[in-house]
């Protein structure tokens, strides 16, 4: 009986992931704001579409020095450099579906 439902429960996590829309994921977030330097910075990047929760990763890039980024897309901190990088931020969400997008950032 216990493998039955295991049996029941696998197939339909491998049902709804099969049946997920991943073509309405999108980042709200078209670009980020420039950071001055000393100042907290308090910015949070957005998604609309596939299923909430979202959860956002640097995957290449590098945010200046002082400024971080969490798994909810908030960047935070206080810039130290002058700097003009691209970070890659890919967005997942609760079926598993991503979306990487490039943003620009800037401090000065």
Not at 16 to 26: E, K, R
Not at 47 to 72: C, E, K, R, W
Request: glycine share 8%; charged share 10%.
């Amino acid at each position: 009986m216990r493998k039955m439902f295991l049996f029941v429960v696998l197939a339909l996590s491998i049902a709804s992931l099969a049946s997920a829309d991943c073509s309405t994921l999108t980042f709200l977030t078209e670009s980020l704001p420039d950071f001055a330097i000393g100042s907290p910075a308090n910015f949070t990047i957005e998604a609309i579409g596939g299923t909430a929760p979202y959860t956002f990763q640097i995957v290449d890039g590098v945010m200046p020095a002082g400024l971080h980024m969490n798994s909810h897309g908030k960047i935070s901190g206080v810039p130290r450099e002058v700097a003009d990088n691209t970070i890659f931020v890919l967005l997942t969400d609760a079926n598993g579906c991503t979306l990487t997008q490039a943003f620009p950032i800037r401090t000065n």
